[in-house]
T-cell receptor
């Protein structure tokens, strides 16, 4: 079946530090890949996505590249801010019209000033 | 668009009472998901619907939980009777053709 494995947290960084959150997946076929972010007290929201191999998704300074050869979709940001403190979820979705997404366990990021 | 709307935002009830959570998905979306989130168990998929039909309810914890989607613009998740271990944040999400799930703000349920 499909599965997503995320780097365990929590992760604590100082402001302006470099961020990497690892994500690897197992899936049949060629799924679409996503990063969702959950700010305190809110629901999850899409951060970025990639739909095919070698695609790079980007948003708000975050980037992730769909690596088919390593089945990975690592999230990176060059300089984090306090406002980036949140829980980050990696997810995959098979390419069918219906059907659920498979989410990782989430990684909590705290950025200190 | 107003996004996915959940009500109530907070619910405090006593053990044994019936609880009904409500969700209005984004217009035009054909899939709807109910999740539960706790510190201990993380984010769990309870059930999802496609075109108002329940597709997978394998995540529903037990018979005390039930969900309905009588039309494309409304869904409910009911717990009867409620227990303290049901305390959690319950999220509803809807999905259209682009595979992206749009989450509501959640209902924080406390069962005393």
């Amino acid at each position: 079946g499909n599965s997503v494995t995320q780097m365990e947290g929590p992760v604590t960084l100082s402001e302006e530090a470099f961020l990497t959150i690892n994500c690897t997946y197992t899936a049949t076929g060629y799924p679409s890949l996503f990063w969702y972010v959950q700010y305190p007290g809110e629901g999850l929201q899409l951060l970025l996505k990639a739909t095919k191999a070698d695609d790079k998704g980007s948003n708000k300074g975050f980037e992730a590249t769909y690596r088919k050869e390593t089945t990975s979709f690592h999230l990176e940001k060059g300089s984090v801010q306090v406002s980036d403190s949140a829980v980050y979820f990696c997810a995959l979705k098979r390419r069918t019209n219906a059907g659920k997404s498979t989410f990782g366990d989430g990684t909590t990021l705290t950025v200190k000033p | 668009d107003a996004g996915v709307i959940q009500s109530p935002r907070h619910e405090v009830t006593e053990m044994g009472q019936e609880v009904t959570l409500r969700c209005k998905p984004i217009s035009g979306h054909n899939s709807l998901f109910w999740y539960r989130q706790t510190m201990m168990r993380g984010l769990e998929l309870l059930i999802y619907f496609n075109n108002n039909v329940p597709i997978d309810d394998s995540g529903m914890p037990e018979d005390r939980f039930s969900a309905k989607m009588p039309n494309a613009s409304f869904s409910t998740l009911k717990i009867q009777p409620s227990e303290p271990r049901d305390s959690a944040v319950y999220f509803c999400a809807s999905q259209g053709q682009g595979y992206i799930q749009y989450f509501g703000a959640g209902t924080r349920l406390s069962v005393l």
